[in-house]
């Protein structure tokens, strides 16, 4: 997978730089979502002049390009997750351990149906607790 980084960094007319790469192969390794300071904190080991300015402006690049995904958690700090799936899906946010999962099911055929007007495009995050946290903290974050 980081060998197609490279790749897919040109696709987007984006620089295959040390540091796109780096936060690339780092959220990939994740199996949670992470935050921009948690990305920058990481990325010191390797890049000691590395600026947390520098790890917002790449991940926003990288998300717009669809390289990564945002996740928007309700204490509205902003999150970023390296999804491997390429399909059109959605995921399900675990709010306690960070567990994002795969929504393979997308209703906007119904909702186009129901809205007066043209649908350009949308954004479905589903929040909750995953079975374990659900089980071990008594259904509540």
């Known amino acids: 997978m980081p060998e197609n980084f490279a ?3 040109k696709d987007l007319k984006l620089k295959a730089t040390p540091k796109r790469l780096a936060i690339l192969s ?3 390794e994740e199996l949670s979502y992470a935050s921009p300071e948690e990305v920058w904190r990481k990325l010191r080991r390797n890049f000691a002049s590395i ?3 520098t790890v917002y402006r ?3 690049d990288l998300a717009n390009g669809g390289l990564i995904t945002k996740v928007i958690h309700p204490n509205r700090q ?3 997750y390296f999804c491997p799936n390429s399909h059109h899906h959605h995921h399900f946010i675990c709010l306690s351990c960070r567990k994002v999962e795969d929504i393979n099911f997308c209703g906007m055929e119904e909702i186009e149906k129901k809205v007066d007007g043209t649908v350009l495009s949308h ?3 589903v929040n909750g607790l995953c079975r374990d946290c659900a089980e071990s ?3 509540t974050p």
């Open 7 to 9: 790749h897919n960094l």
């Open 51 to 53: 600026g947390l300015p």
């Open 123 to 125: 954004i479905v995050q």
């Open 58 to 60: 790449n991940l926003e």
């Open 137 to 139: 903290h008594g259904g």
């Open 26 to 28: 780092l959220l990939a």
């Open 78 to 80: 902003l999150y970023y």
